[in-house]
């Protein structure tokens, strides 16, 4: 009788770990050893795609063990505060857009201020852009915890970087937009301009290159832009490496085209964690639920470590990197509770929000009709 290969006994342990862990873990809880264990069976799995077919485990089983493991979508509780808070968004939004749109026409100027040594992060566009996210995650409830800005290096001082980050949540370009020293541009899936509101800001502050993920010379012509932004412009990219929000809160399989990027624009890679995001707004719920979040940025990885590498073997590498991350800065003690100093900022931003609203719509109506009438 054959023995049976060292993946699979691996594998088996693990298998008997998950499952005394499942019989008493709370359900829906994240929890650091929650997150060791995906690590450890992820890497079993890069181990086991080089077995031979008849040493492999079979694929049944390993994605048993990775259901156990993921992070069951938690149920939004509505009541008359979210309502009030999905309402209180909208103004804001309907609030923001003449301001955004009117700043927007400014974007020629763009090349007049970096030609006088403004660095990108101080140009108007971007001023307004991070103030917009800050002020939406207000109005929307959500506090963010930011740590490890000090793994940015020279990415604080203007150089260029390809961010890449953990996409769990509808949540994470705006707060990572709000609150990252660094400023970002964004590729994206090209239907976000077609979202109301959102998408026609994207389009007039060129902050997100929209990518066809069907078709693969218009995806290329998307990285080439990108590529032209870093190199030329020196502006910063960033883009997730799943290519889509993880249904599980699971870092998820990579895409290859953020690691032709990175290769392509030969500057450090910024991995970027997120916590308690897809807790507020997993994909598939309509709107976030309040509470908080930590952003955590990893230490980058520079061009020297990378550049023999080819795309494969970089996104093994960095994926390699940011699991182990994941499961190493798993905050210890982390309510999601709002703190008090933020609660008061939330409910006087919505109530900031409704007055605002009111009074310019209504002197808007009244400028219009006597110029009508």
């Known amino acids: 009788k054959k023995m049976p290969s060292d993946c699979t006994l691996q594998f088996t342990k693990l298998e008997q770990r998950v499952n005394e862990w499942a019989r008493t873990a709370i359900p829906g809880e994240d929890s650091k050893l929650r997150r060791g264990l995906w690590k450890e069976l992820q890497y079993l799995k890069y181990d086991n795609a080089k077995e031979g077919q008849e040493d492999a485990v079979p694929a049944e089983r390993i994605q048993a063990v990775q259901k156990l493991l993921e992070v069951p979508r938690p149920k939004a509780k509505m009541g008359i505060l979210p309502v009030i808070r999905i309402l209180a968004t909208t103004c804001a939004f309907l609030l923001a857009w003449p301001f955004m749109?009117?700043?927007?026409?400014?974007?020629?100027?763009?090349?007049?201020?970096?030609?006088v040594g403004c660095q990108p992060g101080k140009l108007p566009g971007d001023i307004s852009q991070r103030w917009f996210g800050k002020y939406l995650l207000v109005v929307l409830g959500v506090e963010v915890i930011v740590r490890g800005t000090e793994n940015l290096k020279g990415s604080l001082k203007g150089d260029p970087t390809v961010g890449l980050f953990q996409h769990t949540s509808n949540l994470d370009g705006i707060f990572l937009c709000s609150i990252s020293p660094v400023t970002f541009k964004w590729i994206g899936k090209k239907s976000i301009y077609l979202v109301p509101f959102f998408g026609a800001l994207a389009l007039a502050f060129d902050s997100i290159i929209g990518i066809d993920r069907s078709n693969i010379q218009q995806a290329i012509k998307s990285l080439e832009k990108a590529r032209k932004k870093v190199q030329e412009t020196r502006r910063s990219i960033a883009i997730s490496p799943?290519?889509?929000?993880?249904?599980?809160?699971?870092?998820q399989e990579f895409k290859k085209g953020a690691f032709h990027l990175a290769l392509a624009c030969k500057v450090p890679i910024s991995p970027i964690l997120s916590y308690g995001a897809y807790d507020l707004w997993p994909p598939g719920q309509a709107m976030p639920i309040s509470?908080?979040?930590?952003?955590?940025?990893?230490?980058?990885?520079?061009?020297?470590?990378?550049?023999?590498?080819?795309?494969?073997?970089?996104?093994?590498?960095v994926r390699?990197?940011?699991?182990?991350?994941?499961?190493?800065?798993?905050?210890?003690?982390?309510?999601?509770?709002l703190s008090p100093s933020f609660k008061i900022k939330h409910y006087f931003a919505i109530i900031f929000t409704f007055i605002s609203f009111f009074w310019f719509y209504s002197s808007a109506w009244s400028l219009v009709r006597s110029l009508l009438w």
């Open 320 to 337: 390699r990197q940011m699991l182990d991350e994941s499961e190493k800065y798993f905050p210890t003690n982390f309510s999601r509770e």
């Open 242 to 251: 799943e290519g889509t929000r993880s249904k599980s809160g699971q870092i």
């Open 291 to 317: 509470g908080r979040v930590i952003a955590q940025f990893c230490p980058q990885i520079p061009p020297s470590e990378y550049v023999h590498l080819d795309h494969n073997e970089l996104m093994e590498k």
């Open 101 to 115: 749109m009117f700043i927007a026409l400014l974007r020629p100027l763009h090349l007049l201020w970096r030609q």
